[in-house]
């Protein structure tokens, strides 16, 4: 019977976003597979995150590219960001989590993409007089993947609802960064 390598891999995030401390067994078990199958396909642990780490990363790209980040204003983009980027945000809560995959010289260069993108966001944004300029780019986007990886886990605990996650992240975040035009 032949291993369908992407399930394996979305049946372990949908696991590991719920409970990180997962084991190589419980996530096999997840995928339907012995857990010498699932070794087969990734050599250990630190194989099957970095499997994850490409996935999140395809899958947030993908999101990025749905939301047209270069169409209409800056935060009309981004809310559509937000919106995108919900049924990957708990992947990328868990690699969050995952220290080594942003230590040493082993770092994917594809986060240095998404964030140059992101960046990108708030950047255009701030030159159309809409975001604050006192809060740099890169801190925005830091914020806006600190707030999609808390609102997963709000969600996975129970304390949010889903229906409303989108929307308190976009309100939150916009909230923080627009430009008062009061003086």
């Known amino acids: 019977m032949a291993v369908d390598r992407a399930h ?24 339907g597979i012995s857990r010498a199958t699932l070794h087969r396909h990734f050599a250990g642990r630190d194989a099957l995150i970095r ?12 999101a990025m590219d749905a939301a047209r980040l270069d169409e209409d204003d800056a935060a009309t983009a981004l809310r559509r960001l937000v919106t995108e980027a919900q049924p990957v945000a708990g992947v990328l809560a868990f690699l969050f989590t995952e220290n080594q995959l ?3 010289e082993e770092v994917n260069s594809g986060w240095a993409r998404l964030d140059t993108r992101i ?17 740099s780019a890169t801190w925005l986007t830091e914020a806006f993947y600190g707030l999609v990886g808390a609102g997963a886990w ?30």
């Open 8 to 31: 394996v891999l979305e049946e372990a995030a949908a696991l590991l976003a719920r409970r990180s401390t997962s084991s190589m067994d419980e996530i096999a078990r997840a995928a």
């Open 51 to 62: 499997a994850l780490e490409q996935l999140g990363i395809e899958q947030l790209a993908q």
């Open 102 to 104: 942003f230590e040493g």
């Open 119 to 135: 960046h990108a966001l708030f950047r255009r944004g701030q030159e159309e007089g809409d975001f604050r300029i006192d809060l």
């Open 154 to 183: 709000a969600v996975q605990e129970g304390r949010v609802a889903r229906n409303d996650l989108t929307h308190s992240i976009a309100e939150l975040l916009l909230g923080g960064i627009r430009r008062s035009m009061e003086k």
